[in-house]
């Protein structure tokens, strides 16, 4: 009889030749367990999924609750399912006034898909800008999208009319006209290894997309829900964009995602054609129950978000001036470990695993590693992370 590990590599396709391998038996808070019992943090709360952890209760009961009313019942948009309406009308009374028309997806790539459809359809524009070392996703557009050509260049030719800027770059803004239908950007780079907008940035590209009639699409999908010390990251950058794209920590470990807008903009989808964007599972019930209790615990509990800087920093003060790390660079509880090479960055990775601490490199930045651990992390805990990190450190 097949092992799991055996199944896992030879009949689960899998996206990389390297995967961790890890196997989970069940997982709690911080923590995941392996069959053999073996205690791991996770230091990446499955890429910024997990921000209050695994299996919270609240989420739990959510789910479980839905699961006794319905599941699946029509395509999307057909029915009126509570706990879409009701998701809507919780995000929307926390966004901003123009974004209050919430499109639901199951996933970030599907988010960012159907917010490059709308862009197109509404202002009859063809040209999309992106920034370079950003990464939105793998599906078709989203690839696109994707501001590394080593990790697309196989898959060409891929959508057109498409140009990319340099991030932080106020010159390349000019490259934005009134061809231009919108601009794709993550308020914070987050696979470039954590980088942050300078001085005024994200205000300027603000202003050249108002003065060229462009929309803004801020991606959100990695910095949404608490992540950067923010209920989104665009708040603390008095920024607002025409279309916000959410995922990954949306379902608190649910499968669930959506693209926000204006109503008049949104509206552009249901006709001329009918259907223009069409989703048999978005916004799945479970998934959206799952959704209204991760945002009701985020809001019922604000030191969840007014701690993640301060227990970033607790991170960010013990590493920087250890002599292995070349730099550190933070939003919140999203940190970038930058290590000399990219060959020590993975063997510091495979060492942390065997210590029980999990986490992984960054896309466009492989010689550093992530630390995103959920936002209930206690300082206790960090400590303790922070003591396998170091003794990680000191045997390499």
Not at 33 to 53: A, F, M, Q, T, W
Not at 141 to 149: K, P, R, S, V
Not at 253 to 258: D, H, R, S
């Amino acid at each position: 009889m097949l092992t799991n590990r055996q199944i896992f590599f030879q009949h689960l396709a899998l996206p990389s030749q390297m995967p961790l391998g890890l196997e989970v038996e069940r997982a709690e808070g911080i923590y995941m367990y392996s069959p053999e019992g073996k205690r791991y943090i996770d230091l990446v709360s499955g890429v910024c999924v997990n921000n209050l952890g695994h299996r919270h209760p609240a989420i739990v009961r959510a789910v479980k609750d839905q699961l006794d009313n319905y599941m699946h019942l029509m395509v999307y948009g057909e029915m009126i399912q509570t706990p879409q309406v009701k998701l809507a009308q919780r995000l929307t009374d926390l966004l901003p006034r123009n974004l209050n028309s919430v499109y639901l997806v199951n996933s970030g790539s599907e988010a960012i898909e159907g917010a490059l459809k709308l862009a197109k359809r509404f202002t009859g524009r063809t040209e999309i800008i992106g920034f370079k070392n950003s990464y939105h996703g793998g599906t078709h557009g989203a690839l696109t999208m994707l501001g590394n050509e080593e990790m697309k260049y196989a898959y060409r030719p891929l959508l057109p009319d498409v140009r990319f800027l340099q991030f932080n770059s106020k010159e390349d803004l000019f490259q934005i006209t009134e061809r231009t239908a919108c601009v794709l950007v993550e308020p914070v780079q987050a696979e470039a290894g954590v980088i942050m907008p300078k001085d005024d940035f994200l205000m300027t590209l603000r202003q050249r997309c108002s003065e060229t009639g462009t929309l803004l699409i801020f991606d959100e999908i990695q910095t949404g829900f608490g992540r950067t010390g923010k209920l989104f990251c665009f708040m603390d950058y008095n920024v607002t964009p025409d279309i916000l794209c959410i995922a990954k920590a949306m379902g608190g470990g649910m499968p669930i995602g959506a693209f926000i807008a204006d109503k008049r903009i949104m509206l552009t989808l249901t006709h001329n054609p009918d259907f223009g964007h069409i989703t048999t599972f978005g916004g799945h019930p479970v998934s959206a129950a799952a959704a209204i209790a991760t945002l009701e615990e985020l809001t019922k509990n604000p030191n969840l978000i007014n701690q993640v800087d301060e227990k970033g920093a607790i991170y960010e003060s013990a590493l920087k001036n250890h002599s292995l790390v070349k730099g550190i660079r933070r939003k919140g509880l999203l940190i970038s470990v930058e290590l000399p090479t990219v060959e020590i960055n993975q063997k510091i990775i495979q060492e942390l695993l065997q210590n029980g601490l999990v986490t992984d490199p960054f896309f466009f930045m492989p010689q550093a590693f992530r630390i995103a651990p959920p936002l209930i992390i206690t300082k206790d805990e960090i400590a303790l992370t922070l003591e396998l990190i170091n003794k990680t450190f000191k045997n390499l």
